[in-house]
């Protein structure tokens, strides 16, 4: 097995070097070992946050444009050796879920109002997933694009009122030892900015971490230590801005090459389970940036590459593949006579080459309309009418109204002007009630088929690792929501 283990991860170097070769999807061996009733020694359980069906869609053609393939989500979708669910990711208080309450959901068995992590209104805490684990020998990973305190990790190993104290989140990995933590978020571990001052980094090596800043000090880590790898102030560069500035591409590693790294070490373990986030899908949907998009969903796709690589090679690997909800959805529209103008349109996204994120640093200095389409122009390949621009600038400044309220966001507005460009629209900037695809590989996989609630993933995961334990779980809120001292104490995102 260690000889395979091996070719796999030479194979995977590979895979990093060229980005396009991946083994074949093919039956194998692992047939056998997903036989029903089989049981997992390992567990990756992977979010393409924010991923609506339209984001998916979008992610395979622009994947087509760039990749001269579609997503290996589709690919895996067509293997015999998937099983397909869609699951109803609802939270406590409402229909439409944010990321700590999907992510509790599947890391406590239990709803929660939005914002909080695995605690219940009445403040009963719920003991994480990771916390059970860990009493199970199991190591436990935490790979993300986004800070590695936000929400999506976090609602796998931390309790918190609220989502935001990421501060107390980073001291509650600490506590339950996590073996790998690798993303963004370095100033909530920083002691000249925590409100307490503590010196994580110090206590982390203390722990037995290594404590890494930069890619290739991942590459040169030891395996048989525990990892905090934090490569950025706040959530890691968008692809689309990593790829064009060369420094960044030193310092920031893609979530690819984290999540290979993460395989490379945890391969030696006999259990572990790792969750692999793509987590600025997401911002892209909430920006309605879909040039940030999809690359976002590419270098998802990438990573998706390496853990089903390693399934193909480890078959005693449980691969799950989901996302928490929709943002903002965005389909690209018929435009055009015969909708003849909708691909050319939407090829448009190879020319741009900055993230809204990246535009709005200069946006404030470009007030004019001479100056909002030289931005434009030159960081997307736009070429604004300046009837357009100016309507824009009308808008920047709330000059003129919305018929739709949650349509009054800048980046929203900006994302309907590019439209004109790239074909995209969107349905606000905020999340949607979406019931998710979930895809299933490997032992255990036969628990995920079907039309699922969020709260059946954590029972399913600790059946798998033979643990006997449930938390509680509270009657839904009434639609509405939670009571206004709910929603303060809980300090609730809208
Ligand atoms: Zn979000």
């Not at 960044?248 to 690819?256: F, Q, T």
């Not at 389970?273 to 911002?283: A, M, P, W």
């Not at 389409?373 to 390949?381: D, R």
């Amino acid at each position: 097995m260690l000889t395979s283990r091996r070719s796999f991860f030479r194979r995977a170097g590979l895979v990093a070097a060229s980005a396009v070769s991946v083994p074949a999807i093919v039956r194998s061996e692992q047939s056998a070992a997903a036989a029903p009733g089989a049981r997992p020694r390992h567990i990756i359980h992977m979010v393409a946050d924010g991923m609506s069906s339209g984001m998916l869609t979008l992610g395979d053609l622009f994947s087509r444009l760039t990749r001269q393939h579609g997503l290996r989500w589709f690919e895996l979708t067509n293997s015999p050796d998937t099983r397909i669910a869609f699951v109803n990711m609802r939270s406590l208080n409402s229909l439409v879920t944010d990321s700590a309450a999907a992510s509790s959901s599947w890391g406590s068995g239990s709803r929660v109002v939005n914002g909080v992590l695995n605690r219940l209104p009445d403040g009963r805490k719920l003991r994480p997933l990771y916390a059970l684990f860990a009493e199970a020998g199991w190591q436990r990973g935490l790979v993300t694009t986004t800070e590695i305190t936000h929400a999506t990790p976090a609602g796998f190993a931390a309790c918190t009122s609220s989502r935001e104290s990421a501060e107390v989140i980073a001291s509650q990995y600490l506590e339950r030892k996590v073996d790998i933590l690798l993303g963004g978020g370095q100033k909530f571990f920083d002691p000249a900015k925590r409100k307490d001052k503590r010196n994580l980094p110090a206590e982390f090596r203390a722990a037995g971490y290594t404590v890494m800043e930069r890619a290739s000090e991942l590459d040169a880590a030891a395996n048989d230590r525990r990892w905090l790898g934090i490569f950025y102030p706040s959530h890691l560069p968008f692809m689309l801005d990593w790829q064009a500035d060369a420094r960044l591409r030193k310092r920031v590693p893609s979530l690819a090459a984290m999540t290979r790294r993460a395989l490379t070490k945890l391969q030696h373990a006999d259990h572990f389970i790792l969750q692999v986030e793509g987590g600025r899908v997401d911002h892209a949907g909430h920006a309605n940036d879909i040039a940030a998009g999809v690359r976002e969903m590419v270098a998802f796709d990438e990573a998706l590459e390496i853990c089903l690589g390693f399934q193909r090679q480890v078959p005693e690997t449980l691969l799950i593949i989901t996302t928490d909800h929709g943002t903002a959805n965005p389909g690209l529209n018929g435009t055009g006579a015969a909708y003849g103008q909708s691909s050319p349109l939407f090829a448009h996204t190879l020319k741009v080459t900055r993230s809204f994120e990246s535009l709005a640093t200069d946006l404030p200095k470009a007030g004019t309309v001479a100056g909002l389409q030289a931005l434009l122009l030159s960081g997307t390949g736009y070429q604004v009418p300046a009837a357009k621009a100016e309507l824009f600038l009308a808008r920047l400044q709330k000059k003129s109204p919305v018929l739709y309220d949650s349509m009054n966001l800048p980046a929203v507005q900006l994302g309907q002007l590019m439209a004109n460009h790239l074909g995209v629209g969107f349905t606000s900037g905020a999340h949607t009630a979406d019931f998710v695809p979930l895809l299933a590989v490997g032992p255990g996989s036969e628990k995920f088929r079907g039309f699922i609630q969020n709260t059946d993933v954590f029972p399913h995961y600790l059946a798998l690792a033979g643990i006997d334990f449930r938390n509680p779980q509270v009657p839904l809120l009434a639609e509405g929501g939670p009571t206004a001292e709910e929603a303060e104490r809980f300090r609730l995102l809208v």
